[in-house]
């Protein structure tokens, strides 16, 4: 299973396309924290020391970068013929979406290692240096991969539907957005009350903001182990029903 998580890996790493995706979703968020002055993101017009944008803008630049990285995960093989050959392999359907999935995971976190930076040049420019919150900012790291993997895991889904690479997108995009802001906007059709925050609390808004307060809550974690757990065993069965 190491080997065709490396193979996922190289894959894409081996590919311009790879490179073009991370350094895109780079220079997209560092242009709106530190570069357009107007930008409601912008760090250093705020006047304030924090990671604030960073973590509100992040999340909505996955949902372009996370279906970018998995649409040719089982798109590509399907189409190409190759996905036969990859089932005839001493491995189980399940094993080959874990390590399908773990290579999506650890492209994800290659993209979002570059912006520990931003924590040490915030660490470096506050008043006196080290006057941050650190253990909001962390909270929100953690959120933050919680948050990809789970559109890894639902772009992974995405992947195992379509032969054709853009319908993958486009099916990726749409869940992740469904599960981002989808409930959350359906939350305010049902008003104030115990039905709302259930749906709500649904979606991975609610879970993504709690830990970005820096309390890491196993509630949480469990919902996103929960969410990716289920779409991995829909890409299985999915994969599995080749066979039938």
């Given at each position: ?84 050959l ?20 650890v ?27 650190s ?12 948050l ?59 879970h993504?903001l709690?830990?970005s307060?820096g ?7 469990v ?22």
């Amino acid at each position: 299973m190491f080997s065709l998580i490396l193979k996922e890996i190289n894959g894409f790493l081996n590919s311009l396309i790879g490179y073009i995706v991370i350094i895109v979703f780079l220079l997209t968020i560092g242009l709106f924290l530190w570069i357009f002055p107007d930008s409601s993101f912008n760090i250093p017009g705020a006047g304030y020391a924090n990671l604030d944008s960073l973590f509100a803008l992040t999340p909505w630049v996955y949902l372009l970068l996370v279906p970018a990285i998995t649409m040719r995960l089982f798109s590509e093989e399907k189409k190409s013929g190759t996905i036969e050959l990859l089932l005839t392999r001493p491995l189980t359907e399940m094993q080959v979406v874990t390590a399908k999935y773990l290579a999506g995971v650890v492209l994800l976190i290659f993209s979002l290692l570059p912006t520990l930076i931003y924590y040490l040049s915030i660490y470096r420019i506050s008043l006196p240096a080290g006057n941050i919150d650190s253990g909001s900012i962390w909270g929100s790291y953690i959120g933050l991969l919680l948050l990809g993997s789970g559109f890894v895991a639902i772009g992974l889904f995405a992947s195992s539907l379509a032969d054709n690479q853009v319908v993958a997108f486009i099916i990726s995009f749409f869940f992740c957005l469904v599960f981002f802001r989808g409930f959350e906007s359906m939350a305010g059709l049902f008003g104030l009350g115990k039905a709302s925050t259930l749906v709500f609390n649904l979606g991975f808004n609610a879970h993504y903001l709690s830990l970005s307060r820096g309390v890491v809550d196993t509630r949480d974690i469990v919902y996103f182990l929960s969410v990716i757990l289920f779409f991995l065993f829909l890409s299985r069965m999915v994969i599995e029903s080749r066979k039938w």
